[in-house]
Every structure is written in C-alpha cells, then in structure tokens.
C-alpha cells in the first residue's frame, strides 16, 4: 500500500488545472509528520506530497530522515523550481518532475513554471541517477509529441496524465460530464493508498481535494454499494469507466 502525506498547501506557482489556490495555506508541523509516520506499517511506499510544492516545507528533509526509519521507498513530484543536491537525491527512491511543456509561452499561460528553468536541472539529475527521475505531464489538450520525443531522446520515464474530470475540479475549467458506468472504485476496494490531508485527515484517495467533503473509505464503500455517488466522488474517472489514458482526443478544456 502507498501512504501519501500532504505535507504542505503552499506553492510558489499558480496553474490553472490545481486548485491549490482556493487552499489553506500551510506546512504540516514536524510533530504531526512524526505521528503520522509512526501509525504506518514499516516498508510502507511513502508519497511526500499532496496539493502543494513539497520542496517549500523548511523540514522537509529531517521529515524525509525521519521517515527512513520506517522506509526506504519515499517518493516525491515536485514543480521542479527548487534545485535538489546529489546527496539529497540519493535519499529518495523517486523523484517525478512536473512538466506539461517545453514551450515557455505555453507553461507561463498556464501558470506552470518556466521550463526552461527546469530542463537543465532535470537533466542534470537524470544524468546522475537515471533510474529515479520521471516527468510527470498533464494532458489538457496541448501539444505533447515535443515533450515525448525529448523524454524518449533522453531515455527518461514519462506519465502522461488526462487532466482531472472530477467535480471538485471544476472551478478551475470545465470538462465533459460523463455518465457512470459502474459503481466500483478501486482505491475503495483494493486499499491502494491512505492519503493524509495537511492537517491529519485521512482519505482513501488522493482525488478528494475539497477535504471538507472528504468520506472515509466505509462511508464511500456505502455509498457505492448503494449505486449513490458521495459528493466527493463525483464525476471520478474510477465511476465513469474511462480510462485517463483512452481521453486524450477529449482532452481539450475549457479554462
Ligand atoms: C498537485 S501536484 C503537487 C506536486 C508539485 N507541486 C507538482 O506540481 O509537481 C502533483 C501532480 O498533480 C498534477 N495535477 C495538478 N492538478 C491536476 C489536475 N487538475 N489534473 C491532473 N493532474 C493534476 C500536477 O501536474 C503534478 O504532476
Ligand atoms: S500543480 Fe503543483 S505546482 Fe502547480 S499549483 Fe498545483 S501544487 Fe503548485
Ligand atoms: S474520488 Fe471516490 S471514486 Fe474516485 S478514486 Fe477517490 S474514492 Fe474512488
């Protein structure tokens, strides 16, 4: 099972898919992290990040020597504004940078940071250890075949990722609504993740971004079984049936 601590709300960008913006800003505090960590079983995949930049929280590395106590497998996605030394990057397991872009225009209209500031530094990174270095994308209907082709050029790993249609989402832009095929969620029935919201809340995903309308996963699992759709739930891809890989000809939002 994955674990995901949202360990800060703040960020030094403003993209107009993430609805960071509309968040309390805030860095977990040090004793929370702890209390967190402690609760986990050991070995436990650690994801250090949720709707912020994890680079930002000034403990962030006495959390992350914290936490290899427990594991060894600690995992971040960053914006990439924030440089990394060698001997941080040796201490985790994966590093996934976000770029949608290597058009400068493109990422400054929508708010991501300038990529050419990051190009040098992610292939700085990957030239040391190739193996933890991924770029993470998200498809909202921008050209992509420049940021394929440069990846597969420099043989490093990249996801792309459909912008995200649910609900919650949709102050940010507007996509498509979909009706649900089915009421079974993964994350629901396979526990894949335990997310813990910035202040100690926990979900069962990492897609419940209004976290005051956050469910536990038996209180979905009710709703679901019940063929009803919690307002936290609404429009997730999971119950729509499609594939975020397969939407990428509907990919285009309106923002
Ligand atoms: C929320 S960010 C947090 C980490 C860091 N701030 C970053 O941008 O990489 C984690 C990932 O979620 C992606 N993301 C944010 N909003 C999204 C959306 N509306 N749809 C799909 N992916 C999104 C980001 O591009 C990033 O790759
Ligand atoms: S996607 Fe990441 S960098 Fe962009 S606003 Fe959200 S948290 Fe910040
Ligand atoms: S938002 Fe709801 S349906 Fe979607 S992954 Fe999370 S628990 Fe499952």
């Not at 309390?24 to 070995?43: G, N």
């Not at 792309?160 to 969620?185: A, D, E, G």
């Amino acid at each position: 099972m994955i674990c995901q601590i949202e360990i800060t709300t703040y960020c030094n960008a403003k993209c107009f898919y993430c609805p960071n913006e509309f968040l309390e800003h805030r860095h977990i505090s040090f004793t929370l992290f702890t209390k967190i960590i402690d609760s986990l079983p050991t070995q436990s995949d650690l994801l250090l990040q949720g709707t912020g930049e994890p680079l930002l929280h000034p403990q962030f590395w006495e959390m992350v020597e914290y936490a290899k106590q427990k594991t060894h497998s600690i995992s971040i996605i960053t914006n990439g504004t924030i440089a990394l030394e060698n001997s941080q990057l040796q201490m985790l397991k994966s590093v996934g940078i976000s770029i949608d872009t290597l058009c400068v225009d493109t990422a400054k209209k929508t708010g991501r940071p300038d990529p050419s500031l990051i190009i040098n530094k992610l292939l700085e990174y990957h030239s040391s250890i190739p193996e933890k270095i991924k770029i993470f994308a998200v498809d909202y209907g921008q050209e992509l075949q420049t940021l394929r082709t440069f990846a597969l050029r420099h043989k490093i790993i990249l996801f792309v990722q459909h912008i995200q249609p649910k609900s919650s989402y949709q102050s940010r832009y507007k996509t498509n609504l979909l009706t649900y095929r089915n009421y079974h969620c993964r994350y629901i029935e396979n526990n894949i993740i335990r997310y813990f919201f910035v202040d100690g809340k926990e979900a069962p995903c990492c897609f419940m971004i209004d976290r005051h309308k956050a469910l536990s996963r038996d209180e979905v699992f009710k709703y679901l079984s019940s063929g009803n759709v919690p307002e936290c739930c609404q429009q997730c891809g999971e119950l729509t049936g499609v594939s975020r890989l397969s939407m990428r000809s509907n990919s285009k939002v309106t923002i």
